[in-house]
């Protein structure tokens, strides 16, 4: 039995699994919810948005599957994560915007995280010969020609297996938003 920082790899998995299918059924709900708590402030509400993800990571072994009681309980940590955060703006003083141009703004890795993991969940679910030739062409940036000599078949059957898995990843990502 595998085990990383005391975490089955299959309990991960599993928790990544969850999150993944919690952001794509529920992050238009949460995503409102949370905004209208926060005044409408955007990068609070993808912070708070994260941490409830990441608390739905960290619970995912003990969260109930059922989706009404899923929805509940993301809306429920959200709440109680601005709450807390009303409660350290109130007793902190105010912040101050810096306009030095030594102020580095740091953009938001949230959505590019969830999308690779949705990405790579998709990709997982291709046949081997698809997952080659995507490997081949995109991820390794070989010519069509290159991947053809590389996995030893005619350049038009990697054509033809780019195009297939390329349609079956386009279906999945749109089924997914």
Do not use: C
Not at 42 to 57: H, N, S, Y
Not at 109 to 116: F, M
Not at 164 to 174: F, H, P, S
């Amino acid at each position: 039995m595998n085990s990383m920082g005391g975490v089955r790899v299959d309990d991960r998995r599993a928790g990544e699994e969850l999150v993944t299918a919690l952001y794509a059924q529920f992050k238009g709900t949460l995503y409102a919810h949370v905004l209208g708590l926060t005044n409408h402030d955007r990068q609070w509400t993808e912070d708070v948005v994260q941490e409830t993800l990441i608390r739905a990571w960290q619970n995912a072994e003990t969260l109930v599957r059922d989706p009404r009681m899923l929805r509940g309980w993301l809306l429920t940590v959200a709440r109680r994560i601005v709450i807390d955060g009303w409660r350290t703006r109130q007793s902190r003083p105010q912040e101050v915007e810096l306009t030095s141009p030594d102020t580095v703004e740091v953009p938001d890795e949230t959505e590019r995280r969830l999308s690779a993991m949705v990405l790579n969940d998709v990709i997982g679910k291709l046949g081997e010969e698809h997952r080659a030739a995507i490997y081949e062409t995109y991820v390794r940036g070989r010519t069509v020609r290159e991947a053809a000599v590389i996995l030893g078949i005619p350049e038009g059957t990697v054509k033809s297996r780019v195009y297939n898995a390329m349609k079956i990843l386009r279906r999945a990502l749109r089924e997914w938003n």
